[in-house]
């Protein structure tokens, strides 16, 4: 059924080699700057409301090497902001390998290179092998304790970007008489993904959009309105955005061509890889991410001509109550056109 709320559209940027689909015959992505810059710049120029980033500092190994060569989140984020104009900027930060009050000023700082369109994407946890690397991990800290670190460095964040002086003692951090100053022109942008009933809490709580997925939609479902019932309990606004992955061409035969290609090539190495970092048994039928990564693509697929993909965007987003979708894609330059040409001005229409 149509609704007439507004929904939002992003771009997720390929910061990593390999970007969302791990195989060896997808179109090259080398994680360099020069290409996230140009997804970026035609995303703004499509009209797109977000450009976000994630942070990755170890890949998966396989032939493909996937996502093994990345740029950093925060770094690029600020020369993607100085070459848009328009979309959100949002770069991502692993909270146990940063300092809050160096956070708090380096977003202060994407925020004026930006104009104010400043985000931060939040991330708790990530994955023991990636972290371990530097000596960042602690086998101690549990799912649910990390949460406990993360809302003392999500509180510092944000006290040091409205406060004039922090006095903070908590278990894992303690700042005494801490200042940051300029101010962010308006609070950034904040978002945070978790599926985990705990980490929706701290989701709705403390950012500003969760980010959601299952293996279909009626899990996705379940998780987005278990999110928006945490938000009633505590009366705070919430939005819910997943991410997909497209893969257009003029014809639907055309695409799906393409992406059996990227399934027949999958890097079964790079698979392994990934479920090792993140502690999951490829055999679990049932998990999302093993769903996906073995059919080759980490996200949610939708496989057609611009009319076909228009129409899956529309019912995925129905049948989930999203409230936007952050997008990824086989070949940027060519799916963006796409999906600016083709694409979003139905869905603005369909939406809005």
């Known amino acids: 059924m149509k609704t007439t709320q507004k929904k939002k559209f992003g771009v997720f940027l390929p910061i990593a080699n390999g970007g969302w689909i791990v195989s060896k015959n997808t179109p090259l992505l080398d994680g360099s700057y020069q290409q996230n810059k ?32 990345s740029m950093e989140s925060m770094t690029m984020m600020a020369g993607i902001a100085e070459a848009t104009q328009h979309a959100k900027i949002i770069a991502t930060v692993h909270t146990s390998l940063m300092n809050p009050g160096a956070v708090a000023k380096m977003v202060t700082t994407l925020d004026q290179i930006s104009g104010g369109r400043a985000g931060l994407n939040i991330v708790s946890g990530s994955f023991r092998d990636e972290l371990n690397q530097m000596n960042a991990w602690s086998d101690e800290i549990d799912h649910d304790e990390r949460y406990v670190y993360t809302q003392e460095w999500t509180t510092l964040v944000h006290r040091l970007w409205s406060q004039e002086r922090v006095d903070f003692a908590g278990k894992y951090f303690k700042f005494e008489d801490c200042v940051s100053e300029p101010k962010p022109a308006k609070k950034p942008f904040t978002v945070c993904a978790g599926q985990s009933e705990r980490g929706l809490r701290f989701s709705v709580r403390n950012t500003d959009a969760c980010f959601v997925g299952g293996k279909d939609d009626a899990e996705t479902l379940k998780i987005t309105r278990l999110a928006r019932k945490i938000a009633e309990e505590y009366d705070e606004p919430v939005s819910c955005f997943c991410m997909a992955t497209l893969v257009i061409d003029e014809t639907d035969a055309a695409a799906q061509a393409k992406a059996e290609s990227y399934r027949a090539g999958k890097d079964q190495g790079a698979v392994e890889g990934m479920m090792r970092s993140y502690g999951i048994d490829p055999a679990l039928k049932d998990n999302a991410m093993v769903v996906r990564a073995q059919g080759a693509f980490m996200a949610r697929e939708f496989v057609g001509s611009p009319e076909t993909v228009k129409n899956q965007l529309i019912e995925m987003i129905d049948n989930t109550e999203m409230d936007g979708v952050m997008l990824n894609f086989d070949d940027y330059q060519s799916g963006l056109t796409y999906f600016g040409n083709e694409i979003l001005p139905a869905l603005r229409a369909y939406y809005e």
């Not at 120029?45 to 032939?63: F, H, L, N, Q, T």
């Open 38 to 69: 140009q997804a970026a710049v035609l995303a703004d120029e499509i009209g797109m409301d977000m450009i976000m980033s994630m942070a990755k500092w170890r890949g998966y190994g396989g032939e493909t090497n996937h996502w093994g060569s």
